[in-house]
């Protein structure tokens, strides 16, 4: 399971700089790049979180989403820890 960073054109034309965090099957990074710079799309679970620290961000919310490959503008891992409520 890969935890994905994307940054889509739908935000961007909302004038909205977020990202949205999917969880996915992909093995890691560089397969699910691979996967979008070949036009796949990303599926999984858009997680919404709330910040716990600087670091730190708990998962609150999962819900099924697919974000097609040409809506992509940026993808990275995320650069904070993912935390689970019982996790804390």
């Not at 890969?2 to 054109?9: G, K, R, S």
């Not at 996915?24 to 620290?53: I, M, N, P, Q």
């Not at 708990?58 to 409520?85: K, N, T, W, Y």
Request: charged share 25%; net charge negative; aromatic share 6%.
């Amino acid at each position: 399971m890969t935890v994905l960073q994307i940054w889509t054109t739908e935000k961007a034309q909302m004038g909205n700089g977020q990202f949205v965090l999917v969880e996915t099957e992909f093995e890691d990074f560089a397969v699910a790049a691979k996967h979008v710079d070949e036009g796949g799309s990303v599926c999984g679970a858009r997680l919404y979180t709330r910040s716990v620290s600087h670091m730190e961000q708990e998962v609150v919310r999962r819900h099924p989403s697919m974000i097609a490959a040409a809506a992509i503008l940026r993808m990275e891992l995320p650069g904070f820890r993912l935390v689970e409520g019982a996790d804390r």
